[in-house]
Structures are given as C-alpha cells and as structure tokens.
C-alpha cells in the first residue's frame, strides 16, 4: 500500500498550519486551495487517492470519503461550502452575520491583516 502524498505549502508567513484532503482535478478542492493561497494561510496538502475504499485516512479523520476536508487544530469540515464559510469567517474579513450555513465554531473573526 503507497502512503498518500504530502506536501506542504507554506507562504513563509509561519503560524497556522491547516491540512487539506485533496484530490487532484477536484474541482471543490480547487476552490478550497484558491481561498487558502488568497488568504496567505499555509496549509498541508494530502492527496487522497481515486478509490473511495482506498481513502483510509480521509475517512478516519472524517467519518466519510469525500473531498474536501479540512483539517483545522480539531476542527474537521467536511464539505467546501463549510470549509469556505469557516475560513471566510476564521482567517478573512468574515461572513455578516446570520449569512453562511451553521457553523460549528462560535468565535469572532480574526483579521490577520488588520482590517
Ligand atoms: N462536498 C461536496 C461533494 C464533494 C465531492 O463530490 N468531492 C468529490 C471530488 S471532486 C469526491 O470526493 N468524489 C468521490 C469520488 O469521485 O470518488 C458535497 O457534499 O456536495
């Protein structure tokens, strides 16, 4: 069995490293890989492989097959409108209020560019 891919992307801004479960040609994980390149985050990238019963580790840390999924400290999300959510509101200028799904995190949004 071949261990899944790792490679790290770090923007040299050091701090909060998230992990990513991609999958290449994934167009959900594109979307989910520009937010975190916009928003300077480094992040690790795992690449899951094709074949859903192959993905051992996605569906350990998730509870299912699918990506995205992002991993955030113990954060788990599951699904790029989340995850994209969750980043707006965690790392960028936020999401207003009552806008977004349900999140799961309750903290105030944190402006790491000081806006
Ligand atoms: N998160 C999306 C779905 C994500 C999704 O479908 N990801 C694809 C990759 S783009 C996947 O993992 N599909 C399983 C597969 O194609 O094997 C949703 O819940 O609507």
Redesign the pocket.
Known sequence: MTSPLCLVYDDGHGGVTVKLYH?E?????RLVRDKLDELGLSYEVIE?P???HRRTEVIKVSGQ????VLVDGDLVL????KILAYLAQRYGRGLPRGEGPDTPWDEEPVCLDGG
């Open positions: 999958l040609g994934c167009p959900y994980c899951v094709p074949e859903h097959p699918l990506v995205p599951d699904d790029e409108e």
